[in-house]
């Protein structure tokens, strides 16, 4: 079975800030799909970032950008300038290619933008 | 602006009542999911529908009674709960083929307090 590990519960940074969130995760799986979703207070969660295990190359989406370290399981989201609406809950998922169906995800992480 | 509707968004129900949870999507996506999500906490998966065909149930109680009448809808048919059932239940889709990204494209929610 797969675990997702998010060791920070809370965090906060300051307006046009940078901020890291870890992810750890466990799987014997050497293909698979890993997940940075999105929660706003009261609001949909949205899919921030992905990345495919197969792709050496980190995956980013304008201020998002993830440092992907395979073989230490590991898979941190950085976002730069951080902005007032960046404040969620943020979840990192995993998913196995041949199993579409089924996400693990972690406990998450809330993170506070401050002005 | 949400691709997957969901409705009601708010639900207040008594442990003998009858009610149910709708949700629509029309991306074309052939994968839908049910997940139970606590305050604070990551979504919990009870259902998933492949080809409108139930092929995950997560272990949850007959008085969650999923239906998937086709291919853009997804039911959830709720019957005798408890008030620890009260929570925020989403709805998600995806694409089900091999080949596809294993994003997950979430409704805003019902929200729902057993009484």
């Known amino acids: 079975a797969q675990t997702v590990t998010q060791s920070q519960p809370e965090m906060s940074v300051q307006e046009a800030e940078t901020v890291t969130l870890s992810c750890t995760y466990d799987?014997?799986?050497?293909?698979?799909?890993l997940f940075w979703y999105k929660q706003p207070p009261s609001r949909q969660m949205i899919l921030v970032i992905r990345q495919e295990a197969y792709k050496q190359q980190n995956a980013t989406e304008n201020r998002f950008s993830v440092n992907f370290q395979k073989a230490a399981k590991s898979f941190s989201l950085k976002i730069s300038d951080s902005q007032l609406g960046d404040t969620a809950m943020y979840f990192c998922a995993f998913m196995r290619n041949t199993n579409a169906g089924k996400s693990t995800f972690g406990d998450g992480t809330t993170l506070t933008v401050k002005p | 602006d949400t691709e997957v509707t969901q409705t009601p968004k708010h639900l207040v129900m008594g442990m003998t009542n009858k009610k149910s949870l709708k949700c629509e999507q029309h991306?074309?996506?052939?994968?839908m999911y049910w997940y139970k999500q606590k305050a604070k906490k990551p979504p919990e998966l009870m259902f998933v529908y492949s080809y409108e065909k139930l092929s995950i149930n997560e272990s949850v109680p007959s008085r969650f009674s999923p239906e998937c009448p086709n291919s853009s809808l997804l039911n959830l048919h709720l019957h005798a709960l408890q008030p620890e059932d009260s929570a925020l239940y989403l709805c998600a889709s995806s694409g089900a083929s091999l080949t596809n990204t294993g994003e997950l494209f979430f409704g805003e929610g019902s929200r729902l307090t057993v009484l």
């Open positions: 799987t014997s799986e050497s293909n698979y799909y």
């Open positions: 991306m074309g996506h052939r994968a």
